[in-house]
């Protein structure tokens, strides 16, 4: 079993920057690919963000060379993380941490549905205004 805690979530200005954070708890010792997600009131949720069991990542269109996610491990302690920049309104939504299957390539992270990944986190809630 695998808990997901996010943080980081705020309220910006467009053009700000936010860092969201998502620290993992209990199997850490697995192989995981995982990613970022985001879900807009009245939009189904997307991938954002992803890294592979093979460290290789994967971007959505819409958010290249404005986010960058990166995952850290150290002994049992694995966090994954989305620096966000150049933010816009359209990037206001609950953003959510999940883990799944090590063998996922990046791609397929990110066009993962909710039951393709084990584990989520409860969300972090970023609003972006004009």
């Known amino acids: 079993q695998l808990q997901l805690v996010e943080s980081g979530g705020g309220s910006v200005q467009a053009g700000g920057s936010l860092r969201l954070s998502c620290a993992a708890s209990?199997?850490?010792?697995?192989?995981?690919?995982m990613g970022w997600f985001r879900e807009a009131p009245g939009k189904s949720r997307e991938g954002v963000a992803s890294?592979?069991?093979?460290?290789?990542?994967?971007?959505a269109d819409s958010v290249k060379g404005r986010f960058t996610i990166s995952r850290v491990k150290i002994d049992h302690t694995l966090s994954l993380h989305l620096q966000m920049n150049d933010l816009n309104p359209e990037d206001s939504a609950m953003y959510y941490c999940?883990?799944?299957?090590?063998?996922?390539?990046?791609?397929?992270?990110?066009?993962?549905?909710?039951?393709?990944?084990?584990?989520w986190g409860k969300g972090t809630l970023v609003t972006i205004s004009s």
């Open positions: 890294f592979d069991g093979d460290g290789r990542i994967a971007y």
């Open positions: 999940a883990a799944g299957n090590g063998l996922l390539t990046a791609t397929q992270v990110l066009g993962a549905g909710y039951w393709t990944m084990d584990y």
């Open positions: 209990g199997a850490t010792y697995q192989a995981y690919s």
